[in-house]
């Protein structure tokens, strides 16, 4: 005797295919504790990179000038920040080349965000430690993909310096023993 068609087969065909969707939600789950910093002198700039990142679920702070950018670092701690380069009071390289060479701010992603596309002027942004670069006018699709990309690093980058951490206190309680 053989089964209707319509009876579902037993085992794992009956499971549902939603499943894998799962491992893509985990992938982003630390985008909701990141703090972008968003660092430019044009108002509209800063209007722009903010419209194109609220789907994103990360704070977002903006600073008008490199001055007010170091500021905002010290109290908000962002894990990210978009960096326009040509500002008045500080450049965007003078405040790239200031936080790599500070211990307390070297592992800030940086992403610069310039107008500028002459070779020197990325060797020079290179040379200060910036992470990556987009150009401007900013395509929305690409800014979304670095930012992420950055996040995760700053953020992968942090858990293993959190487990290097924990294994150096169980080798140090090994030693003691």
Known sequence: MTQPDSA?????????????????ANAESFLPQSTVLIVDDNPQNVELLQAFLESLPVKLVTAADGVDALRQVEQHKPDLILLDIMMPHMSGFQVCKRLKGDPKTKDIQILMVTALNELGDIETATECGTDDFVSKPVNKFELLTRVKSLLRVRHLKSELERALSYLDEIEQDEETQ
Do not use: C, M, Y
Not at 8 to 24: D, F, I, K, M
């Open 8 to 24: 579902p087969l037993p085992g794992p065909a009956t499971q549902p295919t939603e499943a894998p969707a799962a491992p893509a």
